[in-house]
């Protein structure tokens, strides 16, 4: 075995943090640099094949028009077999390989998966669930964040791929672990780190007991020890968790920090010693909600994401549309596809293949929305592991059949169209806020069922999705100005200066549309002694005096001569809107109900504020409502579609072009603007074009 001793000195580590701390400024890096191309390919296990086949792979990703791979994610024990010990001979062997082929490599730094002797030589590196009991060592992410040791052995092993392959032919990245998401771990170590957290948070106990309403069931603590982890989550999601909603509130964003602080190690380290050349980069999950991946951001040079759409039948995949624009809206700028889908995916069970065509239309819906790079995972179907059934572009057989030659033609157009995509990107006129203080007040305490934002996000973005609307998701942090129509859906922690903001915004004539549960709590998630919708009254022109939750076996008709044809019916909550100023848009048709509003409008400054009292099951309730925010917002929709068909647009100072996607597997047509180049076919538009199933046209404007 070909080893070396490579460690990091403390000096050097000293510097790292200091340097950091001092908040030096470097220029991010691009996803597709202005001279570069884009980056399209397949993540690669070299250890998972014979050494001969390497070449085989290679040459047949050349062969595709691939021109980069993913590597090492999983592979720590293999680059250091036992502590201090490095052995990186393997995969000097693969990259010289790949240069021959002009595959580029994005190195994986692997602390996703501890190696055995991790958990054998430190026990407590291994996390412990919230029964008490310690993960048993075998699966991946499965670490506590707290220890000492595994942050050591990170950094350590950072530091070794670091120094071993800064000027390696080839290396252009690197993608931080896999996966940001936990675990959660409850040992001692996390319940001290906690602790500490906290003091830093607050300063004094004071102040965090008025924070957490420790007056509450008498939970007042009177010394830093007398803190234990709060009971947030019940075991399988069947009871409610009785923890203090503070306590929990703070939990979740401490275990969020220490995700992003382990990311953060591993940054320093190479942004040190792979300055300047090397981008850095992280696989996200596009909605998953454990981490800020704002915070996780901030580290980045740009972010990327995994994704995999689909599972049963095939249907319009708005959520992958939803995510692409989360993570264009994270760094506010274009991301890259660090996992795409390649076939049947699932570990036990396989889900459906991929269609003929489905593939491709996967691929260009993320293009549309800003992906400037595409990686399928994976390259070839694994014969051994837990992911023996989570496909390919190459099956067991190794042999390049439907899903390789569609990834190939995928290549090829991309390759056409690279010229026409530099420097473009997405512009909006609509942006909704994605809050993550939100999502994680409503984790545990929902309010009623089955509240969360990510799916009261939904319902108004599915909307934009059928009217052809660009739209971005951003934090609250956000400059709100270059918007035309703000969506604000179950904005729950609403502090006064994000009140001020948005308040900001309409007077300033903006549109802006808050829904049911806007503005219950404050910075601290503690309930505002306000009458609803709390500090947005005023823009919304309304009062809630009262609410109430509609259980399933009911449901109550909404009417409006304004927004919608017939009724539609209100599920799952109801906020009793008393207008004060308002205009009614729509109102429910139920004894006790018909003095109230369901939707109001409410001119403000020189805009306006639309306020939405329920949930409505009909899709046409969230199409009317739109349609009237867009014409209220002066927005024009740039084309009629049939349904199942996606128009985005992307912009840059030369080009401006308009994708389509058929969803379907039936013909569609639409009409598009006449005369224009489709670069795909390389062909002029007619008033009409037509698109087969799972088709895609990329037009010129
Ligand atoms: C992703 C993960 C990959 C692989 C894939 C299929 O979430 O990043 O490593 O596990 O799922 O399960």
């Known amino acids: 075995m070909n080893t070396h001793r490579n460690s990091i000195p403390l000096m050097l580590m000293l510097s790292l943090t200091l340097s950091l701390a001092m908040g030096q400024k470097r220029l991010e890096l691009d996803v597709m640099p202005a ?16 050494e001969p086949r390497w070449e085989t792979d290679l040459k047949l990703m050349k062969e595709a028009g691939f021109n980069v791979v993913r590597l090492a994610e999983f592979a720590w024990v293999l680059m250091e077999p036992s502590e201090g010990e490095y052995d990186f001979a393997w995969l000097d062997r693969f990259l010289g390989l790949a240069a021959e082929y002009d595959i580029s490599i994005i190195l994986g730094t692997p602390t996703a998966v501890m190696p055995a002797w991790v958990a054998r030589k430190y026990p407590s590196a291994l996390a412990t669930m919230n029964t008490g009991q310690q993960i048993e060592w075998g699966a991946r992410k499965n670490n506590c964040f707290s220890n000492d040791d595994y942050r050591r052995l990170s950094k350590g092993i950072t530091g070794a791929m670091a120094e071993h392959f800064r000027d390696a032919p080839g290396v252009i990245g690197w993608q931080t672990d896999n996966e940001f998401a936990g675990p959660v771990c409850y040992c001692d170590d996390c319940l001290h780190t906690f602790r500490d957290w906290l003091k830093d948070k607050y300063g004094t106990l004071e102040k965090l007991n008025k924070s957490w ?3 509450f069931w008498g ?3 009177q010394t830093w020890d007398e803190i234990h982890i709060p009971e947030c989550d019940s075991e399988d999601g069947s009871w409610s968790p009785s923890g203090n909603p503070g306590a929990c509130y703070d939990w979740r964003q401490f275990n969020s920090w220490l995700n992003v602080r382990f990311q953060h190690d591993q940054v320093a380290i190479i942004r040190e010693i792979c300055p300047d050349k090397h981008f850095i980069t992280h696989n996200l999950m596009s909605f998953h909600p454990e981490v800020s991946y704002y915070d996780l951001g901030e580290d980045l040079d740009f972010v990327s994401w995994d994704n995999y759409p689909v599972w049963a039948g095939p249907d319009i995949p708005y959520r992958a549309s939803m995510a692409a624009d989360l993570m264009r809206g994270i760094k506010q700028k274009n991301f890259l596809i660090m996992e795409q889908t390649a076939g049947p995916t699932g570990w036990g069970v396989f889900w459906r293949n991929t269609r003929p065509g489905e593939i491709r239309k996967i691929c260009y819906q993320q293009l549309a929305h800003g992906a400037d790079g595409q990686i399928w995972f994976r390259w070839r179907t694994c014969t051994a592991g837990r992911e023996q059934y989570w496909h390919g572009l190459l099956g067991h057989d190794g042999k390049p059949l439907r899903r390789y030659n569609e990834a190939a033609q995928v290549a090829e157009e991309y390759r056409d169209l690279e010229k026409y995509i530099r420097g473009t990107t997405v512009k909006s ?48 942090d956000t400059d709100l100005s270059a918007y035309k129509l703000v969506l604000t859906p179950d904005l729950i922690i609403l502090p006064d200066k994000l009140a001020e903001k948005l308040t900001a915004y309409v007077e300033n004539g903006g549109v802006l549309m808050a829904d049911c549960r806007t503005g219950v709590k404050d910075e601290h998630n503690l309930a505002w002694e306000r009458t609803l919708p709390g500090a947005l009254s005023p823009v919304m022109g309304i009062e809630i005096e009262e609410y109430g939750s509609i259980t399933p076996d009911f ?17 799952h909550y109801i906020d009793w809107i008393n207008p004060k100023g308002a205009e009614i848009k729509a109102g429910y048709d139920q004894w006790h109900l018909d003095s109230f509003a369901a939707v109001t409008r409410n001119e403000h400054g020189r805009g306006s504020g639309w306020y939405v009292g329920t ?26 579609l049939p349904a199942g068909v996606e128009a985005y647009l992307r912009q840059g100072s030369d080009n401006t072009l308009l994708f389509l996607i058929n969803h379907t597997e039936e013909k569609k047509t639409v009409k598009v603007p006449e005369g224009k180049k489709e670069l795909i076919s390389n062909s002029l538009t007619g008033v009409e074009l037509e698109l087969d199933r799972y088709e895609v046209k990329v037009i010129k404007l």
């Open 555 to 571: 449901s109550y008709k909404i009417n409006s001569e304004q927004l919608f044809e017939g009724s539609m019916t209100a599920t």
């Open 213 to 215: 309403g420790t007056h």
């Open 219 to 221: 939970h007042k603590v």
């Open 615 to 640: 949930i409505a099951k009909e899709e046409a309730f969230y199409d009317g409502l739109v349609d009237a925010m867009l014409r209220d917002a002066g927005i024009e929709k740039i084309l009629d």
């Open 35 to 50: 001279n570069g191309n884009m980056l399209i390919g397949a993540d690669y296990y070299p250890e998972h094949w014979p």
């Open 429 to 476: 006129a609509v942006a909704i806020i994605y809050d993550y203080h939100s999502i994680w007040s409503l984790w545990g305490q929902t309010g009623f069922e089955g509240n969360n934002v990510q799916d009261a996000i939904a319902r108004y973005y599915n909307a934009f999705f059928r009217a052809g609307i660009n739209v971005d998701l951003v934090n609250t």
